[in-house]
Every structure is written in C-alpha cells, then in structure tokens.
C-alpha cells in the first residue's frame, strides 16, 4: 500500500463541483425521493459550516458524446440528449418503458452535466492539480446501464469518467483504478460495464436480501466475481437485511476490500458515493453513521497517493445526506479520524458473509485464504435484534446504560430509546 506523501498538517486540495442546472431535473408534481433537494442541501450545509473557502470550488462542462460512447450505445446517448425537447406527455410514455424512471425539461441538461463534473473531477486529480475531489451531482449514476436508463439513473458517471481516463488519458500514468461503490443498492451498471476488464477493481457492497431488494436480480451475489481476464476483479458484498451499521462496514474494509486494494495497488480510487445507506434513510434502511462513512473514507486515503474522486449516487435522508456528505469532505481536507472510538460491534451474521466472500475470492486474491481468528469473531457477535436496536438509534448502551435509562427517565435518551433500552434489559440481558 502507497501512503499518501501529503503531510496531514499540509493543506490538501480539494475540489468540489456543483451547478444549480443539475436542480433543472425533477419529477413534475409529487416529491420524488431524488429530487433538487439532495444537492442543495449539501451545498448549503457545506457552506454554513464554512467547508467551501477551504476548497477548490470548480466550474465544468457538459460530457461530449465520444466519451458517453465508451460505455453507452448511440440509441442510449440519443435518448437522453433529445428527451427534453419532447412534451411531457411524450417524456411520460418514454419514462414508463423504463424501471424507476422519470423525464422533464431539465432532465437531458442535468444527465451531461453530471457526466462531465465526474469527468472534471477525476481528469483533475489524475492529472494532480487536485489531491481529490468531490462531484455533488444528480441524476445518479451506477443503474445507468449500456442501453436504457434506470433506478433514477440516465448516464453512468463513474463509469465514463473511468473509462475516460484509462482509455483517452494515457498520459495521466492511471493504469488501474478501484472503484467502491457503498451506496446501499448494487451498481449493475458498473459491474456490467467493468466485469471483463481488471485494470478496474470494482467492489460493492449493498443490500441484496437474496435478490429481493433492488435492482432485484441475483448481479449482486457474492459469487459474480468477474469473467475472462476480469475474473476476480468484481466484488460483491451483499447484505441480507436492513440495520447494518458502522462496525459491520468496518469488519468487511478490513477483511475484504483493504487486503485487496493493498494487492490490486490502484492508481486512483473512485468512490460512487451513495448516502442510502445512512442512518434515517427512508430507502436504505441502514444505520451508516457520519463518522462510519468517514472512517470507511479514511482507511482508503492510505491507497493510490491519496487520489480520490467521489461522485454522489444515492441518499434520500436530506438531514443524514447533507451530515456524511460533510463528514467525507472534512476528511478529505484533514485526513485525520476523528478522536473517538467505536463501541458498536458487528452484527452476527456479518462474520458468515466475510467468511463466504473470503472463501469466494482466495483463489484469485491469496491474501484471503488465511482464515480469520475465532477470537476476532467471538468477541464481536452479537444478537440479531442488534438491527432494531441501530435503526431505533441504540448504538453504544450497555445493560447497565439502559437499566439507567429506563429506571431514570434521563432526558439524554429519547422516548422511543427508552422504550428499546427496556427492551434489552428485560429480553436480551434478563434478571
């Protein structure tokens, strides 16, 4: 692994991209939950806590149809550019072919933006005028398949970007690159898009409920590992319920992705930031703090010379979105964990999965063939109300917090905790 040269007390360049015609794009009447919101409460979250003197604010332009053409067909490319001119009772029919599709008069403007901020940003810092980067752009991307849009996606922007910079960018030296992708549903698109080619590590880790949450297909089993010269090269983590939480994130970096991005050794790292996963997502159902979502940032900046692009995918919590996105930009200014440990443990059936994706993946990566210390995983099982308890908010109450919760009334525990905290005392750690 290639430590990052900048020093942690030298200030690093950040680059953030934002443009208010990305809001052009919305659903006519109703709120849907990928609406003009999400990148506005970010910007103006970032700015009230004083986040964008500290960075590289930078303007971009729309993606040129050479670069969409890396990963999408002519008939795609075509669709997307000429949607907009049409009425909206044309743009509706079109949009119902799809899966979770929608159309408007902004909707071909904001889908090349965000293809071309993703390209700035990662041609920016491959070329090194920035240590990394952060695209706060809609529509998402990582559902966006060859021929068609879907799941709020019209064009893969990680996926151009990737392909720009490996395939029209030679003289940047990027010869590999990781993509991760933690946005709680499984990047198809990516995957498809990448499966046979391994100068691109593509790792996801998501909600997969046996096929059953979406995009509801078996593409995000652990066991699609790639094809042809890409075998080994596609990971899949795929969670089997709701309420994963921080130190399930945790255990799956330090016993899948970072043994493997040590060996992969990427050039830069591309992140489809997805927040859906956090807590208080109305889709995700997960429990992703803002500090998780930091730390996951954290142990990736020791790859690559600390090059990262993140791009927004997912994230429907505007208060949970606008607090990560804050999170990973801090880090990625300050490169440093924030002072405080974490008390959460994993939940049990966290360990089968690692074990199953190790099992999956040694052949082509040895270094997880060693088998991982019972006493690693002892030490760290807990029950499977553990998933109630973190959406409930319950992260670090032992039996003795909570007895002391439910006999005091202490106001620093909401109505609701108390009720759980009660839960616990009387059920998991009877008298």
Known sequence: MEKAKKGRTERRRVGLLFDERMCKHKQAGGKHPENPERIRVIWDNLNAAGLLPRCVVLNAKESEDNHLALVHSKEHIDLIKTISSKNLKKMRKIANKYDSIYFNKGSSEAAYLAAGFVIEATERVAKGDLDSAFAIVRPPGHHAEESEPMGFCLFNNVAIATSV?????????????LIVDWDVHHGNS??????????????????????????????GSYNMVGEGLGTGYNINVPWEGGGIGDADYFAVWDHILLPVAKEFDPDLIIISAGFDAAIGDPIGGCCLSPYGYSIMLYKLMGFARGKIVMALEGGYNPTSLANATQACIEMLLDYKPPNRSLKDLPLKPTWPLIKTV???????????????PDKVINRRLHTEVDAKLRQEEVYDRTPAECEHAR?????????????????????????
Request: with cysteine; net charge negative; hydrophobic share 35%.
């Open 165 to 177: 910079i490996l395939n029209e960018r030679p003289e940047l030296g990027i010869k590999k690159i």
């Open 190 to 219: 990516t995957q498809k898009m990448f499966y046979k080619d391994p100068r691109v590590l593509v790792f996801s880790v998501h909600r997969h409920d046996s096929g059953t949450f979406y995009p509801e297909s078996d593409d």
């Open 358 to 372: 190790r099992q999956a993946l040694c052949i082509y990566w040895p270094i997880l063939a060693a088998e991982i």
């Open 407 to 431: 006999v005091s009334g202490s106001e620093d525990y909401f109505e609701g905790e108390i009720v759980l905290c009660e839960y616990v005392c009387n059920v998991l750690w009877p008298k």
